[in-house]
Antibody, heavy 118, light 107 residues
């Protein structure tokens, strides 16, 4: 079974840091495009970042220079290091897989909640 | 950034109805468009990719069409399990962008 499980969410103060992790099973993350998508409370979906199968990391402008996406091929995980967090980063963060160019996001995790508040 | 605009924002429909949701892109995206279904508290589920390709396991009552800037998702015979929010997403250009969502509610 193809599965993604996120972890690492929680409550953090503005300006703080948090590291999210997404563990994959049933497939190899390095063979796919892996992405983070977030959803603020009561809002729609917002793409955050992608780490493609070529090793390229691309970010939304809203998180550029604050967030870093990475991949651990040994652990088969996708991570998101989030620094200088703001209230506007409060959301459920989903990791998702794309098989490759042209495909949609076909495997999603259950999401992990990040709350940025003092 | 490419803006994705869905219409309507919500629709009330009955079981058995045909429902059509439109997604417009602010610039051409060829056929690089996906549709997702999301239920409250759950992750999105991929329905359609490359505008009209049905994801494996998705019922055939879901169909997609369009290219360039205008796309549609059609649910041909609405079932109780289909009441949810639907999102389009373009992946022609970074940043990938989603529509604001269309909520399909029970009439």
């Amino acid at each position: 079974e193809l599965q993604l499980v996120e972890s690492g969410g929680g409550l953090v103060q503005p300006g703080g840091s948090l590291r999210l992790s997404c563990a994959a099973s049933g497939f190899t993350v390095s063979n796919n495009d892996m992405t983070w998508v977030r959803q603020a409370p009561g809002r729609g979906l917002e793409w955050v970042s992608v780490f493609d199968n070529y090793g390229n990391a691309i970010y939304a402008d809203s998180v550029k220079a604050r967030f870093t996406i990475s991949r651990d091929n040994f652990k088969n995980t996708l991570d998101l290091q989030m620094n200088r967090l703001r209230a506007g980063d409060t959301a459920v963060y989903y990791c998702a897989r794309r098989l490759g160019y042209g495909y949609g996001l076909d495997v999603w995790g259950q999401g992990t909640t990040v709350i940025v508040s003092s | 950034d490419i803006q994705m605009t869905q219409s309507p924002s919500s629709v009330s429909a009955s079981v058995g109805d045909r429902v059509t949701i439109t997604c417009r892109a602010s610039q051409g995206i060829s056929s690089w468009l996906a549709w997702y279904q999301q239920k409250p508290g759950k992750a999105p589920k991929l329905l359609i990719f490359t505008s009209s390709s049905l994801q494996s396991g998705v019922p055939s009552r879901f169909s997609g069409s369009g290219s360039g800037t205008e796309f549609t998702l059609t649910i041909s015979y609405l079932q109780p399990d289909d009441f949810a929010t639907y999102y389009c997403q373009q992946y022609n250009t970074y940043p990938w962008t989603f529509g604001q969502g269309t909520k399909v509610e029970i009439k």
